[in-house]
Nanobody, 117 residues
Framework: QVQLAESGGGLVQTGGSLRLSCAAS????????MAWYRQAPGKQRELVAT???????NYADSAKGRFTISRDGAKNTVYLQMNSLKPEDTAVYYC???????????WGQGTQVTVSS
């Protein structure tokens, strides 16, 4: 089992920045690809960014050029640096981790990001 704990959400004005963190604990040897998703009110959860064990990254079009995903292997932590935030970035952001030894994945509890106009 792996537990994920997110932090770093909050209220920010348009154009501001936030950095989200997601720390994994438990059976951390199972850590594979890590990702950030978000879900806005009334919308489906959507992928924001992913990062592989080797550090390869992918971004949703909405995140390209503004968000940066990174990971610290020693701390079992993944980050999402969000710059130039827009009101449409307002959502609950979730950390996701894929298990390298099974088909399952793990989710954090979510952290609220609110961008005011």
């Amino acid at each position: 089992q792996v537990q994920l704990a997110e932090s770093g959400g909050g209220l920010v004005q348009t154009g501001g920045s936030l950095r989200l963190s997601c720390a994994a604990s438990g059976s951390t040897f199972r850590i594979g690809v890590m990702a950030w998703y978000r879900q806005a009110p009334g919308k489906q959860r959507e992928l924001v960014a992913t990062i592989s064990i080797r550090g390869s990254t992918n971004y949703a079009d909405s995140a390209k050029g503004r968000f940066t995903i990174s990971r610290d292997g020693a701390k079992n932590t993944v980050y999402l640096q969000m710059n130039s935030l827009k009101p449409e970035d307002t959502a609950v952001y979730y950390c996701n981790l894929q298990d390298v030894y099974s088909p399952r994945d793990y989710w954090g509890q979510g952290t609220q990001v609110t961008v005011s106009s």
